[in-house]
């Protein structure tokens, strides 16, 4: 199926929350995957791994302590990047295995101010993305399942000049992938009771 961002952005958000997210971080992260699907990364597959990866465990196990490691099996990059946006960037971080390490760079891209010339690179396994206030450049391969991370500032932007003009506006989301998100949409629906069904409504007649 074919989604404009806002739709997706929507879509993932309901997902995000189905899983147990709380309302904040639901819009962080549905933000943190519409600037990435903007930018041509293959959002819907690293959406899923995410929520699956949440809906098998706790997600208050999966926030980070000072020391950038979780009290549960990995670091959620949701939290580590929202920590980061409070603290307005970082210089240098080292994390234990984090969940799809990418989304931490959308959070990363808006502590640069506009103009800058500052970038951000995150590592994982043999991997990197390099980051700037608007583009993303990823050299390697995304991780399946949870990788260690360092994170450093730099002052260079090296060659992401021309990453800004390849962005997209809509998603084109497989149909096994939607209907799996869509499944993790639909948990945020209360389910219909015989009260809730009395009530909605006026009813067929109106006495006014």
Not at 10 to 35: C, H, N, P, Q
Not at 94 to 111: D, M, R
Not at 155 to 174: D, I, K, N, P
């Amino acid at each position: 199926m074919n989604l404009s961002l806002g739709e997706y952005q929507a879509l993932v958000a309901k997902a995000l929350r189905g899983v147990g997210y709380s309302w904040g971080m639901t819009e962080d992260g549905a933000f943190a995957i519409r600037w990435l699907a903007a930018r041509r990364i293959p959002t819907p597959e690293i959406a899923l791994r995410l929520l699956r990866y949440v809906d098998s465990s706790d997600v208050s196990t999966m926030a980070s302590n000072l020391d950038g490691v979780a009290d549960g099996h990995a670091l959620c990059p949701l939290s580590i990047g929202a920590s980061i946006s409070d603290q307005a960037g970082c210089e240098v971080l080292a994390l234990s295995p984090t969940i799809e390490p990418v989304l931490i760079a959308p959070f990363l891209a808006q502590t640069i101010g506009p103009g800058s010339n500052l970038s951000y690179e995150i590592k994982w396994n043999s991997s990197r993305c390099l980051v700037t206030a608007e583009t993303l450049e990823l050299r390697g391969e995304l991780p399946t399942s949870a990788a260690p991370v360092a994170i450093s500032r730099g002052g260079a932007q090296r060659e992401l000049g021309t990453l800004a003009e390849q962005r997209v506006h809509r998603v084109e989301v497989a149909s096994n992938a939607m209907d799996e998100l869509l499944r993790f949409a639909h948990r945020v629906y209360a389910p219909a009771t015989d009260e809730s069904r009395q009530g909605a409504g006026a009813g067929l007649l109106d006495k006014d």
